[in-house]
């Protein structure tokens, strides 16, 4: 009564899943262990994990050192809440080495259980600040075209991804998009550069509505979700000036490029810039435990400090001393097996691999990426750049080659994202070049 068949029957008639969507489900897999960068199913097929589950199991499967974190926290001190009036070590010692770790300016923390409770403390965060400095009215949110930023109700009205809306409207009011700086997509205007004129557009976007409504804009340093958009290195720069000018608050959603996927501990680094606020998820803890948070800049703590006031926002699970344990013995394992370092190094050469095996093909537009995630984007016609129609589902097509030829991954219309652990080793790289070639062959021949 273990098969995949009998555990899906199962599933159906009582499991509502996240995105549920019955029809893609007929082809689910159900997964039962897994070691390194590889999952086994429950008929015991092995699968290249190429998402990292959700791009958050960057040490890969099967890590003792951070079960022993857990498990020797969990027999101590399971839980204790630390709303003010009570704290914990791990707690303390986590945010002290955040501290340490995260850009220069931001120096205080706050943890939550995920990505999204991230993104919501956040903008509650950037809405106190501004009240608490006299701006009552500087409350809106602008984010970007492509953007994912979570599903609870506030985070998915930041999420620029359309298909998340429509069952779950109205949006919360005050929250607005601009477009996506997507390089392949993107038209500047003649003569512009494509990184500034896409970054204009927050400016454009904060005089319409009037500095004086903007709380804060966020965006993904490279958006995962939304297809591996890598933005011009012109973007950010220009991105932080305005943010300055307009006192509007800048958050990084870096709850996937948070703790080395691209090439740095943070993404920002990158382009010399610092946010305001930074947002952190996944990759913390490996996946292992389910934790999150921000960190917010020295002016915003200080602010807070200040005032005195009390800042009514909290989650019960907020510094769950065992997640605090994992995510402190995760930063060793990030330090010590320099995992920025290696995703930078795997990730140029899974993506001149990709360009190799497939840059050639008719119907690849375009293959992009930074550090260890990528994209390769698949279209009708690359001369004009013109997209597959929709009802054709080549993205999905192709996927299910990629699952049948033991490669797992996810994909956002017709791009293939491709984010593997950290630990991959260079011949599982390989191997899912070979596959993500052999399936976009098999349905684009
Ligand atoms: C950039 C980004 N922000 C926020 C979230 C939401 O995180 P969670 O699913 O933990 O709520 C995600 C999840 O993929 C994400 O990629």
């Known amino acids: 009564m273990n098969t995949i068949a009998d555990l899906l029957a199962r599933d159906q008639a009582h499991l509502l899943h996240p995105l549920h969507d019955a029809a893609l489900h007929e082809h689910a897999r159900v997964w039962v262990s897994g070691q390194g960068a590889i999952l086994t199913d429950a008929d015991g097929y092995e699968f ?14 099967g890590r003792s050192e951070l079960v022993e974190a857990m498990r020797k926290q969990a027999s101590t001190l399971a839980y204790a809440s630390v709303y003010s009036g009570s704290s914990n070590p791990r707690a303390i010692e986590l945010a002290e080495q955040l501290a340490t770790l995260c850009y220069p300016s931001i120096n205080q923390f706050f943890f939550t259980s995920g990505g999204g409770e991230a993104t919501e403390s956040s903008i509650k965060m950037a809405r106190s600040y501004w009240k608490l ?15 994912y930023h979570g599903a609870t109700l506030a985070a998915m009205s930041a999420t620029g991804l359309s298909p998340y809306w429509p069952l779950f409207e109205p949006r919360v009011p005050g929250f607005l998009h601009i477009p996506s700086p997507y390089p392949y997509r993107y038209e500047a205007p003649n003569g512009e550069s494509q990184g500034i004129a896409a970054a204009n557009e927050l400016e454009r976007a904060i005089r319409r509505e009037g500095a004086d409504t903007v709380a804060m804009f966020i965006a993904e340093p490279v958006q995962g979700a939304g297809g591996v958009i890598v933005p011009q290195d012109d973007y950010f720069h220009r991105i932080r ?10 958050v990084a959603d870096e709850v996937i490029t948070g703790f080395g996927r691209t090439g740095q501990l943070f993404a920002l680094a990158h382009w010399g810039i610092e946010p305001d606020i930074v947002q952190f998820a996944k990759a913390i803890t490996s996946g292992y435990f389910p934790f999150g948070g921000i960190g917010i800049s020295d002016t915003i703590a200080d602010t807070l400090r200040e005032t005195g006031r009390p800042w009514m926002h909290a989650y019960t699970y907020s510094g769950h001393p065992v997640g605090c344990a994992v995510a402190i013995r995760m930063l060793r394992i990030i330090k010590d ?33 930074k550090g260890l995630m990528c994209a390769v984007e698949l279209v009708e ?13 080549i993205g999905i097509a192709v996927n299910r080659e990629a699952v049948a030829r ?39 021949s």
């Open 241 to 250: 000036a305005i943010c300055d000018h307009y006192q509007v608050l800048l």
């Open 133 to 147: 400095r006299g701006q009552p009215t500087k409350t809106k949110v602008i984010s970007r075209v492509e953007g």
């Open 337 to 369: 097996e320099s995992f920025p370092e290696q995703a930078a190094t795997k990730g140029r050469r899974l993506l001149n691999s990709l360009r190799s095996a497939l840059g050639n093909h008719p119907h690849v537009g375009d293959i992009r990426g």
């Open 48 to 61: 290249i994990d190429g998402l990292s589950g959700l791009w958050n199991v960057t040490a890969g499967h």
């Open 381 to 393: 016609d690359p001369a004009s750049k013109q997209s597959f129609s929709a009802d054709r589902k």
């Open 406 to 444: 033991g490669l797992f991954s996810r994909v956002k219309g017709d791009c293939y994202l491709l984010a593997p652990p950290i630990v991959t080793t260079e011949s599982q790289l390989d191997k899912a070049v070979d596959i993500v070639a052999e399936s976009v062959r098999s349905v684009l």
